[in-house]
């Protein structure tokens, strides 16, 4: 009998890839939502549908009858407390929830940056947060901590213009998002990375402007990048009243200050255990623009 892994946020840019590996790897995957309806749009019925809040702990209860496993891929904002109260909270609930209904497994996202000493940047805090409720909840966890997705770089691009905002110099290990999927999988099956924190690196480092720059000259090469501080942007979004503005001002901010602690760990502990991310950025360029053209389904 397969076992069922309930996944929470399945219907974005990085839950539903985890979705669709664990149920390629051979798992029954219950999909976590409060949108039945949208999330029925996405998944066929060879998947299973809860519905639920991950601020009410008796809905998760309900979702995880019968489950192995849980992943966690929770995603708040724009405000400092929808972050507390999704991204904390919820994986504090959905971690004690895994606890009463004796879940094996249980994998949560956070990222290459959250550490207590970033804690300042509510975001970050968030996050940290969520961390240590999934520590001290007593199942058996993997914290995934992944670097900057090459699936973002499109996001940058809007009305045919490039923004990259402020001064990012750093170099980040671009990551795939369907080998961090495969990894998260892969953890399912094997007890190597149970109670472990690991850090999910790509093969190889390109600050923003570099990783943007590439996809533009191959994807979009009218297109100009053109820079602006995260002050201005802030600004637009206060005297616009646009909360979405003024976080994305906050959180490039953020990675403008932090610099290399962008990235607090070294992939080497993921690499040996799971296997390492393989994909670069030219092969997932090559594979985007294929996707692109309609040339390859996947």
């Known amino acids: 009998m397969k076992k069922t892994v ?19 790897a ?26 639920g809040d991950v601020t009410n702990k008796a809905s998760l209860e309900n979702a995880l009858e019968g ?29 004690l929830a895994a606890k009463t209904m004796d879940i094996k497994k249980l994998t949560i996202i956070t990222g290459a940056s959250v550490s207590e000493g970033n804690s300042w940047f509510y975001t970050t805090n968030a996050k940290h947060n969520a961390e240590l409720a999934v520590k001290g909840s007593g199942v058996n966890y993997t914290i995934f901590k ?3 997705f090459m699936e973002s770089l499109p996001l940058f691009i809007r009305r045919n213009k490039a923004t990259l905002i402020g001064k990012q110099t750093t170099p980040l290990s671009w990551l795939a998002v369907a080998d961090y999927a495969r990894i998260v999988a892969d953890s399912f099956s094997s007890d190597k990375a149970v109670n472990k924190t690991l850090f999910v690196l790509g093969p190889e480092k390109y600050s923003m402007e570099e990783a943007l720059t590439k996809f533009i000259s191959k994807v979009v090469p009218d297109v100009k990048i053109k820079k602006v501080s995260p002050g201005m942007l802030r600004f637009f979004g206060r005297i616009g009243k646009n909360e979405k503005l ?23 502990e993921l690499n040996r255990l799971l296997g390492a991310p393989s994909t670069t950025l030219d092969q997932w360029l090559e594979n985007y623009i294929a996707r692109k053209e309609g040339t390859v389904f996947a």
């Not at 901010?253 to 602690?261: L, S």
């Open 146 to 148: 992944p670097s900057w």
């Open 26 to 51: 051979g798992y029954k995957v219950r999909v976590f939502s409060r949108d039945i309806n949208k999330t029925k749009d996405i998944y066929d019925n060879s998947f299973e549908f809860a519905y």
């Open 246 to 268: 003024k976080d994305i001002a906050d959180f490039m901010h953020y990675c403008e200050k932090i610099g290399n602690d962008m990235e607090i760990g070294s992939g080497d």
């Open 67 to 95: 489950c192995y496993g849980v992943h966690i891929n929770l995603s708040g904002g724009p405000t400092p407390e929808s972050y507390d109260e999704i991204e904390h909270k919820g994986a504090f609930n959905t971690a």
């Open 6 to 24: 309930l996944v929470i946020g399945a219907t974005g840019m990085l839950g539903r890839p985890v979705a669709l590996s664990l149920q390629k």
